[in-house]
């Protein structure tokens, strides 16, 4: 009797061992912690309002401290879809990649984001399930304002940018420049 309860424990495990490496794997997307990690409220010492125009940003640098968590407020006044996003040059050109086939398959628009579309299951398509929730960046449609929190860890080259199609490249890109 032992055998059978045996052989099913053994597979469960067997079965949860499997999925772990995926899981841990995924955790990881999007959290960048070289780039530093999402902040808490309670740590916010200061506040930066960065506007988002088509296509420019109220800043051309924002000097941050090595351990400082700071709250951005991005207000998207132009009449397209912007995007603030925390990251190094790499990370920003990978995802301008993504956002071009968010873009392509309609989850995104030039003025907006799809809630249906980004719902949808694209496993179907043989696609990795895609959303726009990485703790980095914050999607701005026209006329809104929204939030985003990060601590800053350590002094390295990292940029604020907008990675909808064309806008990195037409100047949506700035700076953060380490202060002590
Ligand atoms: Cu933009």
């Not at 601590?151 to 202060?179: D, I, W």
């Amino acid at each position: 009797m032992k055998t059978p309860i045996f052989a099913a424990t053994l597979a469960v495990c067997l079965i949860a061992m499997g999925l772990s490496s995926p899981i841990r794997a995924d955790e990881g997307h999007g959290h960048h912690p070289s780039f530093g990690t999402p902040g808490k409220a309670a740590d916010v010492k200061r506040t930066v309002t960065v506007i988002t125009r088509d296509n420019s940003y109220s800043h051309e640098a924002i000097t941050v401290k090595a351990g400082e968590t700071v709250k951005f407020v991005i207000r998207n006044e132009g009449s397209l879809l912007h995007e603030f996003n925390i990251g190094s040059p790499d990370a920003h050109a990978a995802h301008q990649k993504e956002m071009m086939q968010m873009m392509e398959m309609g989850m995104l628009t030039p003025t907006g984001i799809d809630a249906e579309k980004m719902k949808m299951d694209h496993s179907a398509m043989g696609m990795k399930p895609m959303k726009h929730d990485d703790p980095n960046s914050v999607l701005v449609e026209p006329g809104k304002t929204r939030e985003l929190i990060w601590k800053f860890t350590k002094p390295m080259k990292l940029e604020f940018a907008c990675n909808v199609p064309g806008h990195y490249q037409s100047g949506m890109v700035g700076e953060f420049r380490f202060g002590k």
